[in-house]
Every structure is written in structure tokens, then in C-alpha cells.
Nanobody
Framework: QVQLVESGGGLVQAGGSLRLSCAASGRTFSSYAMGWFRQAPGKEREFVAVISGSGGSAIYADSVKGRFTISTDNAKNTVYLQLNSLKPEATAVYYC?????????????????WGQGTQVTVSS
């Protein structure tokens, strides 16, 4: 059974940075694309970033491009999301998820394992 555990969320001022981590159980971590999604209060869950199982390709939502960076450490079965130049509109619960495939996909329906989420709050 795959388990995903996020950490690293917190309260930060606008312009600040955070690094989210998602530790995954299982021995085939590099065989799947890993994604980050977020859900703000009263809004639907939205795609943030995804990285391929090999780590060779990544896709970002336009709203975070140039400020957020997704990366993986396959030796640690961990995917990271570096959040820089944070804005108040980034406030949300951030979820990591494992895709059913090795290639990058942005639709949440392509992901079959989800973490419990970590809260990110950006104050103005």
C-alpha cells in the first residue's frame, strides 16, 4: 500500500519561501510521476506542478511558473516543492499525489494516491 506524507507547510509572510516535502512508501517511486495540487478555501483543487518518474521533465501551472520548483530525490523516495516569492493567493492546503503513469499529467483524475495535505498560509 502506498502512503504519501507531506510536511513543511506553515505560516509565512508575502515574499517569503517554504519547501514542502512528500515522503512516499514503496520501492517503485521512480516509476511514477509525482504531482502537487492545492485547494484554497471555497475553491476546487487545482494543479500546481508535476515531475516525471525519471525527474527529467516537469510542468507547472502558469500561476506558479518561475517561482515554484518541483524536484525529487529517488534515493529518499521524496518529492519536494520549493515555494518562493509567495503571495497571499497561494494560501491553501497542498497535496502531493502519485500518478498512475511515469509521464507527466496534470489532470487530478490521473492520480490514484494522495497525501493528507499540508497547510500553507501566506500573510500580506
Amino acid at each position: 500500500q502506498v502512503q504519501l506524507v507531506e510536511s513543511g507547510g506553515g505560516l509565512v509572510q508575502a515574499g517569503g519561501s517554504l519547501r514542502l516535502s512528500c515522503a512516499a512508501s514503496g520501492r517503485t517511486f521512480s516509476s511514477y510521476a509525482m504531482g502537487w495540487f492545492r485547494q484554497a478555501p471555497g475553491k476546487e483543487r487545482e494543479f500546481v506542478a508535476v515531475i516525471s518518474g525519471s525527474g527529467g521533465s516537469a510542468i507547472y501551472a502558469d500561476s506558479v511558473k518561475g517561482r515554484f520548483t518541483i524536484s525529487t530525490d529517488n534515493a529518499k523516495n521524496t518529492v519536494y516543492l520549493q515555494l518562493n516569492s509567495l503571495k497571499p493567493e497561494a494560501t491553501a492546503v497542498y497535496y502531493c499525489a502519485r500518478s498512475r503513469t511515469i509521464v507527466v499529467v496534470i489532470s487530478s483524475s490521473a492520480y490514484d494516491h494522495w497525501g493528507q495535505g499540508t497547510q500553507v498560509t501566506v500573510s500580506s
